[in-house]
Nanobody, 116 residues
């Protein structure tokens, strides 16, 4: 079964940086747009960023624009989220997502905690 696998989460101080990754095996990765979502504690899930299939186009939520960068390496079937100038409100479980037709695929998530 195709499933994204996230990694790289952890505890970071406010103002710090972290890069999380998502790898998908057994799948035509380079044909599909990839997205990151996050779910803060006690809140609904929210869109963070998206990169198109080639990596040539990106989209960001206003809350992360200018601080986060999404990128992908199609040779490694991996999408990245570089997070800079982290704030406590960025604390969340971060999920990788892609969609094939009407079917959404989600990973298990990786916890990012921003705290001093």
């Amino acid at each position: 079964q195709v499933r994204p696998v996230e990694s790289g989460g952890g505890l970071v101080q406010p103002g710090g940086s972290l890069r999380i990754s998502c790898t998908v095996s057994g799948f035509s990765f380079s044909n599909y747009d990839m997205s990151w979502f996050r779910q803060p504690p006690g809140k609904e899930s929210e869109f963070v960023a998206q990169v198109n299939y080639s990596g040539g186009s990106t989209l960001y939520a206003d809350s992360v624009k200018g601080r986060f960068t999404i990128s992908r390496d199609n040779a490694k079937n991996t999408v990245y989220l570089q997070m800079n100038s982290l704030k406590p409100e960025d604390t969340a479980v971060y999920y990788c997502n892609f969609r094939v037709g009407f079917q959404n695929y989600w990973g298990q998530g990786t916890q990012v905690t921003v705290s001093s």
